[in-house]
């Protein structure tokens, strides 16, 4: 596995402490905290929050991606994205925008993005082109079929051979278009077009994953689906769950947590830290 990924104007050594990418939606429909950081001066002060409670990263993300939800026109995701990605660059961490739209990776990377996170997996028309010159590294995720009908019974013959098998195409792809592979990490795409049983047997082969890319993997399962089919619990109430699952990502080897709770995650990881690696 890589020891170094790139991130624009910054970079990471993967050692040790995970890293932890603070979510910041500033979208009215998230299926966690939609509408709660849409105004741009909350957007703002919940990133200064996050940074603060030790996020390494924040990802910024002006669609909405949960089960069901239908694309958001262009004009649209880049009036709710530009002005937070704009008024954070003095923050001193470095701004992931979340986005599968090519125009707005050109326009994210051109106000100075440290990292793209496609969940579509670079495929979009023009996607890897827009992304190729630019030095911000790039998170490549799985997903089976688009949001609006992703949960819609997913079949796998075997999950995890068959998302290794499309994220090493699109790494092929990117490496091909000459992308450096230390800009380059994954994401196996947790209720992306998966069932429970899934989404756990990804968690469990994340050090495969890993291993057999030769690539750092990001685990994004933060009060997603999967914990509230273990624990019964709604979305609000599965801070709990989204720790264990955070830690048990990182047991198997993920070098990045996307979590909504970046207090408590930090906290928890010093203490998996003092306890597995002394």
Same mark, same amino acid.
């Given at each position: 596995?890589?020891?170094?990924? =790139?991130?624009?104007?910054?970079?990471?050594?993967?050692?040790?402490?995970?890293?932890?990418?603070g979510i910041l939606n500033v979208t009215p429909d998230?299926?966690?905290?939609?509408?709660?950081?849409?105004?741009?001066?909350?957007?703002?002060?919940?990133?200064?929050?996050?940074?603060?409670?030790?996020?390494?990263?924040?990802?910024?993300?002006?669609?909405?991606?949960?089960?069901?939800?239908?694309?958001?026109?262009?004009?649209?995701?880049?009036?709710?994205?530009?002005?937070?990605?704009?008024?954070?660059?003095?923050?001193?961490?470095?701004?992931?925008?979340?986005?599968?739209?090519?125009?707005?990776?050109?326009?994210?990377?051109?106000?100075?993005?440290?990292?793209?996170?496609?969940?579509?997996?670079?495929?979009?028309?023009?996607?890897?082109?827009?992304?190729?010159?630019?030095?911000?590294?790039?998170?490549?995720?799985?997903? =089976?079929s688009t949001p609006a009908t992703m949960q819609q019974?997913?079949?796998?013959?075997?999950?995890?051979?068959?998302?290794?098998?499309?994220?090493?195409?699109?790494?092929?792809?990117?490496?091909?278009?000459?992308?450096?592979?230390?800009?380059?990490?994954?994401?196996?795409?947790?209720?992306?077009?998966?069932?429970?049983?899934?989404?756990?047997?990804?968690?469990?082969?994340?050090?495969?994953?890993?291993?057999?890319?030769?690539?750092?993997?990001?685990?994004?399962?933060?009060?997603?689906?999967?914990i509230g089919a273990v624990t019964g619990r709604p979305?609000? =109430?599965?801070?709990?769950?989204?720790?264990?699952?955070?830690?048990?990502?990182?047991?198997?080897?993920?070098?990045?947590?996307?979590?909504?709770?970046?207090?408590?995650?930090?906290?928890?990881?010093?203490?998996? =830290?003092?306890?597995?690696?002394?």
């Amino acid at each position: 596995m890589q020891p170094f990924l =790139q991130c624009g104007r910054f970079g990471f050594e993967l050692k040790a402490m995970p890293l932890v990418m603070g979510i910041l939606n500033v979208t009215p429909d998230s299926f966690s905290d939609g509408g709660r950081y849409q105004a741009l001066e909350f957007a703002i002060s919940k990133a200064e929050e996050m940074a603060f409670e030790g996020a390494d990263l924040i990802d910024i993300g002006g669609e909405t991606t949960r089960p069901g939800a239908a694309p958001l026109p262009l004009d649209e995701e880049l009036r709710r994205v530009m002005p937070a990605l704009y008024a954070l660059r003095g923050l001193g961490k470095p701004l992931s925008v979340d986005t599968y739209k090519t125009e707005v990776m050109r326009e994210a990377i051109i106000a100075g993005a440290d990292m793209i996170n496609d969940v579509n997996g670079f495929r979009a028309p023009g996607a890897i082109e827009a992304v190729a010159a630019s030095d911000c590294a790039l998170c490549v995720m799985h997903m =089976q079929s688009t949001p609006a009908t992703m949960q819609q019974s997913p079949v796998y013959t075997d999950v995890v051979a068959e998302v290794i098998a499309f994220l090493r195409g699109r790494i092929d792809a990117m490496l091909a278009a000459g992308i450096a592979r230390n800009r380059i990490c994954v994401d196996p795409g947790f209720g992306f077009g998966k069932t429970t049983e899934h989404n756990y047997a990804l968690l469990r082969a994340t050090s495969r994953i890993e291993s057999e890319l030769g690539l750092p993997v990001l685990a994004g399962l933060s009060r997603k689906s999967m914990i509230g089919a273990v624990t019964g619990r709604p979305v609000g =109430q599965r801070l709990a769950g989204s720790l264990a699952g955070a830690l048990a990502a990182v047991a198997h080897g993920a070098k990045i947590v996307r979590v909504h709770d970046v207090a408590e995650t930090v906290d928890a990881l010093k203490v998996w =830290q003092a306890a597995h690696l002394g």
